[in-house]
């Protein structure tokens, strides 16, 4: 079995600025510059050969590179219950294409169809039972965040093997996007 999600990785000059926004919440675990990443598919644990067909599916998805540009900060969870900040995403019909392709792609392969609607973005932090004000007020110190927008010209099939310090993520598989003529 293999735990595996598809996603964009983030250019250093719009990673870097993320990781000085990781302070100011009491127990929040930080993710590592590594980890920062914007997810199009989270597939969890398959076995290896459904690993393998899913990759001959992502491989097939043909669309052109997009830029795209974060802004905003949120949360998942209420009050105690809030388990996540994150950095938004700008709207892009390019990324919604490119994450519908990655559906279907999971479809196609037998697995079941996401459940939640999606929503692009960036962990910043996990949080477990954080104090919803000081959550509130991280929130409103960094609503305004808006990146420079970054080109993205290839997406990428990634492991996660958990561990008590948190995910460890490895890049199995890279697969572009390239200009239709």
Request: net charge negative; glycine share 6%; proline share 6%.
């Amino acid at each position: 079995m293999i735990r595996l999600f598809a996603a964009l990785s983030l250019p250093e000059d719009i990673a870097t600025p993320l990781l000085a926004r990781q302070t100011g919440l009491a127990g929040a675990r930080w993710r590592p510059r590594e980890a920062l990443h914007i997810t199009l598919r989270f597939v969890g644990e398959i076995r290896e050969d459904l690993a393998r067909d899913l990759d001959l599916e992502l491989a097939q998805i043909a669309l052109p590179p997009m830029n795209l540009s974060l802004e905003g900060v949120g949360a998942f969870g209420e009050g105690r219950e809030i388990h996540a900040v994150w950095a938004g995403v700008s709207e892009s019909a390019d990324l919604a294409r490119l994450h519908k392709a990655c559906e279907r792609a999971c479809r196609t392969v037998g697995l079941e169809p996401e459940p939640r609607k999606y929503r692009p973005h960036v962990t910043l932090a996990y949080l477990r039972h954080p104090d919803p004000v000081d959550v509130a007020t991280w929130l409103e110190t960094h609503a305004l965040l808006k990146s420079v927008q970054f080109e993205v010209n290839q997406f990428g099939l990634y492991s996660s093997q958990l561990s008590p310090e948190g995910s460890r993520y490895s890049l199995e598989q890279t697969y572009d996007l390239e200009a239709t003529a």
